[in-house]
């Protein structure tokens, strides 16, 4: 699935049916006009939230029935993420891609029970991590039955609420990992627990680690992306607008044609 540049894109978390197959369908769009391999990404249950009272989505049946619409109706392979070790065989039974979350990417009972499923697993680096721990993660989920892994790069904690991306990371993965290394252009702006008790950021820097991270040569990207960040139920804070999407992907389609000469001229 990611032997071309891919982008991972959508909403943070699961919505109506209207909201994803909206931004769906223009994830759709994108893919064709710029012939670039597009996977829906959206969460049907944020476990990890701050604070008791915050949304955290659908529930597992619900949106994984939400989820298999999304590809029904748009054709685009789709990605969620899990938790426990028990969503893993539903989970795999309607997505094309597992996500293991950044705070979870050592527990060896959710990467075997992901790995399992046989299907492509995304493994999020934990933003404590150096790129070469994980090798260990990514052998877990390839010993369980998973042939295709990738390794997504966030940035790592710098003080308290703040991440920095060291754009020698894809490199360091590819070379420790040997899997497409991705770069996770908008929870690196995120800033954790700085709103309130959840999660802020400034999302204006987005395009300029993004463009600074295809120009390293990341194999792929991930942006969370929604038609309306501020009334987003999760992660607004530190997502794309919508509309702003296809100009960062002219830019981002351009870089790699350079990045691609050059490597192979």
């Not at 950021?201 to 390293?216: C, M, N, S, Y």
Request: proline share 6%.
């Amino acid at each position: 699935m990611f032997e071309r540049f891919t982008l991972i894109a959508g909403p943070c978390v699961l919505e109506e049916d209207a909201l994803n197959l909206g931004v769906a369908r223009e994830l759709a769009r994108l893919s064709r006009s710029l012939d670039l391999p597009i996977v829906f990404k959206a969460s049907y249950d944020k476990a990890n939230r701050s604070k008791l009272d915050s949304p955290r989505g659908p529930g597992i049946d619900q949106g994984l029935e939400l989820l298999g619409h999304v590809r029904e109706e748009t054709g685009l392979p789709v990605l969620t993420d899990i938790h426990e070790p028990w969503h893993a065989e539903k989970a795999g039974a309607v997505v094309d891609v597992i996500q293991v979350p950044a705070f979870l990417c050592r527990q060896t009972d959710l990467l075997v029970a992901a790995g399992s499923t046989g299907r492509a697993v995304n493994l999020k680096k934990g933003q404590w991590m150096a790129p070469e721990e994980m090798a260990h993660a990514v052998n877990k989920v390839r010993a369980s039955g998973s042939a295709e892994v990738t390794v997504t790069e966030r940035g790592t904690f710098f003080g308290y609420g703040n991440m920095v991306v060291d754009m020698r990371s894809f490199a360091r993965i590819r070379d420790a990992c040997h899997v497409p290394a991705v770069f996770d252009g908008t929870h690196s702006v995120q800033r954790p627990g700085k709103a309130d008790g959840s999660s802020g950021g400034d999302p204006r820097h987005i395009p300029a680690l993004v463009r600074a991270a295809v120009a390293a040569g990341c194999d792929a990207l991930f942006l969370e992306t929604h038609p309306d960040p501020a009334h987003a139920p999760s992660d607004g804070s530190n997502m794309l607008p919508l509309e702003r999407l296809a100009a960062l992907l002219e830019d981002v389609m351009a870089l790699r044609e350079v990045v691609v000469r050059r490597r192979h001229p």
